[in-house]
Nanobody, 126 residues
Framework: QVQLVESGGGLVQPGGSLRLSCAAS????????MGWFRQAPGKEREVVSC????????YYTNTVKGRFTISIDNAKNTVYLEMNSLKPEDTAVYYC???????????????????WGQGIQVTVSS
């Protein structure tokens, strides 16, 4: 059974850091593209960052470039999102997702992903 389980969310003050983890089971990440998306209240779910497991190519949306880092540990079948210099506008439910497709402009689209985690809350507030 395919499963993605996120962990590491919570409440943090502006300027603080969090590291999200996404543990995959039921399949191996070796040939997948892994993505982190987020959805704030009243807004559409948007891509945050993506990584291709076989060569660790990465993508970041402009609003998180220089602050967030995506990484993958194939031995642990886990993908991470290191979030630094957090801002109140980063507050959202964060979702991990896996795509068996190819790398291209479409990786920023929700429809490109086969599997999704249940989501985890990240709140940035003083």
């Amino acid at each position: 059974q395919v499963q993605l389980v996120e962990s590491g969310g919570g409440l943090v003050q502006p300027g603080g850091s969090l590291r999200l983890s996404c543990a995959a089971s039921g399949f191996t990440l070796d040939y997948y593209i892994m993505g982190w998306f987020r959805q704030a209240p009243g807004k559409e779910r948007e891509v945050v960052s993506c990584i291709r497991s076989n060569d660790e190519s990465t993508y970041y949306t402009n609003t998180v470039k220089g602050r967030f880092t995506i990484s993958i540990d194939n031995a642990k079948n886990t993908v991470y999102l290191e979030m630094n210099s957090l801002k109140p506008e980063d507050t959202a439910v964060y979702y991990c997702a896996a795509s068996s497709g190819t790398w291209g402009p479409w990786i920023i689209k929700r429809s490109s992903y086969n599997y999704w985690g249940q989501g985890i809350q990240v709140t940035v507030s003083s």
